[in-house]
């Protein structure tokens, strides 16, 4: 489903600002899997996510993505089959639109179109369905401007659109990192449901180590662009999170505590 061969990246080339981001990344994953990606700031994680959906070209390698090769192709032509929800909840949503509006774009995501948004009477029904199972009440809110929900609530409705199309992939990049304790177990919950009921092959990146034992079958540790720990399913299910400080200050040499690793 997902292949990443040999993958280097490197920015500021040359230069005395010359920062090696991905160092030989090699990845595979199965249809339905669930990768979570820890490792402190710089370690490489978002730009692993951003190779993935086209934003960066790697240097070297490639990226095959349910057969295809699509290392040359941009962030746009890759829209049609990778879904993605981004830290910030204005990130992922359009806030003057409606949501039925912001929706009828998600169903549209990486086909031509025109001025016409396209609803109609299935599609409103079909989005009821989809937004019931937040079970935030959306669903009859859709003419509802989506710049006047909370952050929780436009974080639901972009985990949602980025799922209710099947991508091939789904990126969550720190995508409950903005939301305060009670909203993101809101979206914690909601994510493990859609991946699940869609059988979503998903790559989550995050700094909360509890998160990414509790959610997915697969986990990486990544440190200075390099792949520094992995876990199939097996080994994840007996890993804590004091687990996975030790195998973090292994590679710092030194002591950490859960806010170590987060700084």
């Known amino acids: 489903m997902?292949?990443?061969?040999?993958?280097?990246?490197?920015?500021f080339a040359g230069t005395v600002n010359e920062r090696r981001a991905l160092v030989d990344i090699n990845l595979s994953l199965e249809p339905g899997d669930f990768l979570t990606i820890i490792g402190s700031n710089g370690a490489g994680k978002s730009t692993l996510l951003n190779t993935l959906a086209g934003r960066y070209?790697?240097?070297?390698?490639?990226?095959?993505?349910?057969?295809?090769?699509?290392?040359?192709?941009d962030e746009?032509?890759?829209?049609?089959?990778?879904?993605r929800v981004f830290q910030d909840p204005m990130a992922g949503t359009a806030p003057n639109l409606t949501i039925e509006q912001n929706m009828?774009?998600?169903?549209?995501?990486?086909?031509?179109?025109?001025?016409?948004?396209?609803?109609?009477?299935?599609?409103?029904?079909?989005?009821?369905q989809e937004l019931k199972s937040l079970d935030?009440?959306?669903?009859?809110?859709l003419t509802a401007k989506v710049g006047v929900l909370s952050g929780g609530q436009r974080q639901a409705l972009s985990l949602l659109m980025a799922g209710f199309t099947h991508p091939d992939i789904l990126l969550?990049?720190?995508?409950?990192?903005?939301?305060?304790?009670?909203?993101?177990?809101?979206?914690?919950?909601?994510?493990?449901?859609?991946v699940k009921r869609g059988k979503l092959t998903?790559?989550?990146?995050?700094?909360?180590?509890?998160?990414?034992?509790?959610?997915?079958?697969?986990?990486?540790m990544m440190h200075e662009g390099q792949i520094v720990f992995t876990a199939d399913a097996a080994a994840k299910a007996q890993l804590t999170v004091a687990d996975l400080l030790g195998e973090f200050a292994k590679?710092?040499?030194?002591?950490?505590?859960?806010?170590?690793m987060l700084s």
């Open 202 to 220: 998903t790559v989550m990146v995050t700094h909360n180590m509890q998160q990414a034992l509790s959610l997915g079958n697969k986990l990486l």
């Open 2 to 11: 997902l292949k990443l061969t040999g993958i280097h990246k490197t920015f």
């Open 57 to 73: 070209s790697p240097d070297r390698g490639s990226v095959t993505i349910a057969g295809r090769d699509v290392t040359k192709l």
């Open 172 to 194: 969550l990049d720190e995508h409950t990192a903005a939301l305060d304790p009670q909203r993101a177990e809101l979206v914690t919950n909601l994510t493990d449901q859609i």
């Open 76 to 83: 746009p032509s890759r829209a049609k089959f990778v879904g």
């Open 251 to 260: 590679i710092k040499g030194a002591s950490l505590d859960d806010r170590a």
């Open 136 to 141: 935030l009440g959306l669903e009859d809110r």
């Open 104 to 128: 009828a774009l998600a169903l549209s995501r990486g086909k031509g179109r025109g001025l016409r948004l396209g609803l109609n009477a299935a599609k409103r029904d079909l989005f009821r």
